[in-house]
């Protein structure tokens, strides 16, 4: 995986944006709700599910994300230390659970 690869996976998405934010930070929104933060620089936080956080960030290479550990995100420090089919399923897992917490009025206009 690298920042490409990821940027086509986020926005592979329905209704997903991406913009700049705090300078540089790419983040990938839906509903401007944001499951994935990057950089160019490398590695990517995400919403993973609470009984998945600790599991997650056991492993090396992964920590709780900077101000957003609290609401079960994590942060992957390089690209290379989740294999492609776990970065699939951790981002389609974060945008579901960022997507599910969407007012229903506002889930049924995303297409």
């Given amino acids: 995986m690298n920042l490409e690869q ?3 996976l986020c ?3 329905p209704a997903t944006s991406e913009d700049l934010k705090w300078g ?3 983040c990938f929104s839906v509903a401007d709700k944001m499951f994935c933060v990057t950089s160019e620089e490398g590695g990517a936080s ?3 599910l ?3 956080f600790d599991e997650m960030t056991e492993r090396d290479g992964i ?3 900077p101000y957003m550990a609290r609401n079960k995100w994590v942060y992957v420090q390089e690209f290379n230390k989740l294999k492609p089919k776990e970065w699939k399923h951790c981002i389609s897992q974060s ?3 960022i997507r599910s917490k969407l007012p229903q009025r506002v889930q049924r ?3």
């Fill in 6 to 8: 990821l940027r086509e």
């Fill in 11 to 13: 926005l592979s998405f």
């Fill in 24 to 26: 540089a930070d790419i």
């Fill in 46 to 48: 995400f919403k993973v």
């Fill in 50 to 52: 609470p009984g998945e």
């Fill in 63 to 65: 920590i709780p994300a």
């Fill in 95 to 97: 945008y579901d659970l």
């Fill in 109 to 111: 206009t995303l297409k």
